[in-house]
C-alpha cells in the first residue's frame, strides 16, 4: 500500500460499491437507519468474507451503507503499516496491534475507526463518540501524538448500494443491535462477535438461522 493512498480515501466518496453492484429496491416501506449499529453474520453466510463477521456500520442513508469490519485482524501489525507509508512512529504502545480486514471494498486503502470523533481531513463524523476517517493525518497524529487514543486500523470496507441492506436483512443474513463501543475497543478480537450477540441476549453457539434485528 502506498502512503497517497491515505490521502485520497474517504468513506462519503467511496459511494457504497461492494462489487458487484446491485440496484434492489427496499423490501419494505418502513424506513430503518442502522448507523452506529452492529451487523453480525448469520451462521448460512456464505460468502467468506463475512462469515463469523461482526461489522459496525458507519453510514446507512437512502444511498446505501458502509462500516468495517471489526473482528478479523490480518497478520499485518501498526508498525509495519507505518514503515510502509513512512511515518514515523514515536508512541511504540501501537506498533503491535493488529490491522484489520475492513471489508472486501477498496482492501488496498485505509480507515481508522476511532473514539473520540475528532476532526481530521477526511472523517465520517458518526457522532460524538465515534468517527472513521480515511485521511493520512490521522496516522501522523496516532504516530506522534498518541491520538486519537482508541483506534482501530483497518483495510478495506464493506459497502451496500441503495436497498441492498435491507435486502440481505430480509432474506436473513444479518442480525442488527446497536452498537456498544466498548465492545470494539476494550475486548479481543476473537470476543467481539459473541459480546455482541450477547446484547441481544442469543447465546452464538445456538444461534439457528432465524431472521431478526433490535
Known amino acids: 500500500m502506498s502512503g497517497n493512498r491515505w490521502t485520497q480515501a474517504c468513506p462519503k466518496s467511496c459511494r457504497y460499491n461492494r462489487a458487484p453492484r446491485l440496484k434492489i429496491a427496499p423490501v419494505t416501506t418502513t ?23 461482526l461489522t459496525y456500520i458507519a453510514e446507512h442513508n437512502e444511498n446505501g451503507a458502509m462500516g468495517v469490519i471489526v473482528n478479523r485482524p490480518t497478520d499485518m501489525r501498526l508498525a509495519t503499516l507505518f514503515e510502509r507509508v513512512d511515518i514515523p512512529l514515536e ?5 503491535d496491534l493488529p490491522v484489520y480486514f475492513g471489508g472486501p471494498v477498496q482492501s488496498d486503502r485505509g480507515f481508522v475507526l476511532h473514539r473520540p470523533a475528532g476532526k481530521w481531513h477526511s472523517t ?16 501522523q497524529s496516532l504516530a506522534s501524538d498518541g491520538e486519537p487514543g482508541e ?5 478495506g470496507y464493506a459497502g451496500w448500494s441503495a436497498g441492498q441492506l435491507e435486502h440481505e436483512l430480509a432474506q436473513n443474513a444479518w442480525l442488527t443491535v ?14 467481539r462477535l459473541v459480546a455482541a450477540m450477547q446484547l441481544l441476549g442469543v447465546d452464538f453457539a445456538k444461534l439457528s438461522d432465524v431472521a431478526g434485528h433490535a
Open 31 to 53: 424506513t430503518i437507519n442502522l448507523t452506529d449499529h452492529f451487523l453480525i453474520a448469520m451462521p448460512a453466510m456464505a460468502d467468506p468474507n463475512f462469515s463469523r463477521t
Open 151 to 155: 483506534v482501530l486500523v483497518a483495510l
Open 178 to 191: 446497536p452498537a456498544d463501543l466498548s465492545i470494539v475497543f476494550d475486548l479481543p478480537s476473537e470476543e
Open 124 to 139: 465520517l463524523t458518526v457522532n460524538d463518540r465515534i468517527g472513521l476517517t480515511s485521511s493520512r493525518d490521522v496516522l
Open 91 to 95: 508512541h511504540h504502545e501501537f506498533a
